[in-house]
């Protein structure tokens, strides 16, 4: 028979005290943060057929920012963010899905480039120890899954957004974590041919970061015409996912802003 303590155990080995924590965070301080939990544990299914469970999904004091997200425990875990030197400065552009219904400027559905705050640095690839190198990078499945997650989540709202004729309301996905986020620089001309091994790689701890990648096959924003290069087409298939320490969640949602005019195309 389990004790109390192998009980606590069990509990403490699931994820899901972390979300119900970052859930009394949001709740106990809303005012303070400018954002509500809107619904918990919430059922989706994609238009590919892909379905599950969003852990929280928050709404900002307008009602025009909607947060996707995702909690990830992990025990003593580092998530290694790899940048080449020398390193862009942190950036605002964010690849969110907007809807905007008709009288509130240009009718919309779907992903758009806006610029948003707080800034951070962006990364396509990450490390993390122990992960199976054959398979598919486990953030990188995370990312998938919460876009895909914020995508129907999006489409499910759009009849009644569009019905009440809401204006514009826009959906971020967001993966916080208890894992330590680090940004680790390296000069890719000194990784050596021999080894594949880089050397002076400086490490930074950072409170979020933008991963930012070709998640699915599918182009999150369609090419524009015939004339786009190769580069433009990868581009457009790129995904972005926030990534947040969880003892910096209440920060990144007290900084939460959109650049007005990063939506006048919208308006």
Same mark, same amino acid.
């Given at each position: 028979?389990?004790?109390?303590?192998?009980?606590? =155990?069990?509990?403490?080995?699931?994820?899901?005290?972390? $979300? &119900?924590?970052?859930?009394?965070?949001?709740?106990?301080?809303?005012?303070?943060? +400018?954002?509500?939990?809107?619904?918990?544990?919430?059922?989706?299914?994609?238009?590919?057929?892909?379905?599950?469970?969003?852990?929280?999904? &928050?709404?900002?004091?307008? +009602?025009?920012?909607?947060?996707?997200?995702?909690?990830?425990?992990?025990?003593?875990?580092?998530?290694?963010?790899?940048?080449?030197?020398?390193?862009?400065?942190?950036? #605002?552009?964010?690849? &969110?899905?907007?809807?905007?219904?008709?009288?509130?400027?240009?009718?919309? %559905?779907?992903?758009?480039?806006?610029? %948003?705050?707080?800034?951070?640095?962006?990364? #396509?690839?990450?490390?993390?120890?122990? !992960?199976?190198?054959?398979?598919?990078?486990?953030?990188?499945?995370?990312?998938?899954?919460?876009?895909?997650?914020?995508?129907?989540?999006?489409?499910?709202?759009?009849?009644?957004?569009? =019905?009440?004729?809401?204006?514009?309301? #826009?959906?971020?996905?967001?993966?916080?974590?208890?894992? $330590?986020? *680090?940004?680790?620089?390296?000069?890719? *001309?000194?990784?050596? #041919?021999?080894?594949?091994?880089? @050397?002076?790689?400086? *490490?930074?701890?950072?409170?979020?970061?933008?991963?930012?990648? $070709?998640? @699915?096959?599918?182009?999150?924003?369609?090419? =524009?015409?015939?004339?786009?290069?190769?580069?433009?087409?990868?581009?457009?298939?790129?995904? $972005?996912?926030?990534?947040?320490?969880?003892? @910096?969640? !209440?920060?990144?949602?007290? =900084?939460?802003?959109?650049?007005?005019?990063?939506?006048?195309?919208?308006?």
């Amino acid at each position: 028979m389990r004790t109390p303590e192998d009980l606590t =155990k069990l509990v403490n080995q699931s994820g899901f005290p972390l $979300q &119900l924590k970052i859930d009394a965070l949001v709740e106990r301080q809303t005012d303070q943060v +400018g954002w509500k939990v809107l619904y918990r544990e919430h059922g989706w299914t994609h238009p590919s057929g892909q379905s599950g469970f969003i852990d929280l999904v &928050l709404e900002d004091r307008y +009602g025009t920012s909607v947060l996707v997200v995702e909690c990830k425990r992990v025990l003593e875990a580092d998530w290694l963010f790899l940048v080449s030197k020398p390193a862009t400065p942190p950036t #605002m552009r964010t690849r &969110l899905w907007a809807v905007n219904t008709p009288g509130h400027g240009r009718p919309f %559905s779907g992903y758009f480039d806006a610029r %948003s705050a707080p800034e951070s640095h962006e990364s #396509m690839y990450c490390v993390v120890a122990g !992960q199976d190198s054959k398979a598919r990078p486990m953030l990188e499945r995370l990312a998938a899954d919460v876009t895909a997650a914020t995508e129907a989540l999006a489409i499910e709202e759009h009849a009644a957004i569009t =019905k009440r004729n809401y204006g514009l309301r #826009m959906y971020a996905s967001v993966i916080v974590t208890t894992a $330590q986020l *680090h940004l680790s620089r390296f000069d890719a *001309h000194d990784v050596s #041919m021999k080894t594949g091994e880089a @050397s002076a790689v400086t *490490h930074a701890v950072l409170p979020w970061i933008r991963f930012r990648k $070709q998640l @699915s096959s599918e182009f999150a924003v369609e090419p =524009k015409n015939s004339d786009w290069d190769f580069s433009e087409l990868a581009l457009a298939k790129e995904k $972005q996912v926030f990534v947040v320490n969880v003892e @910096s969640l !209440q920060d990144f949602l007290e =900084k939460w802003r959109l650049a007005t005019k990063s939506l006048n195309a919208l308006m």
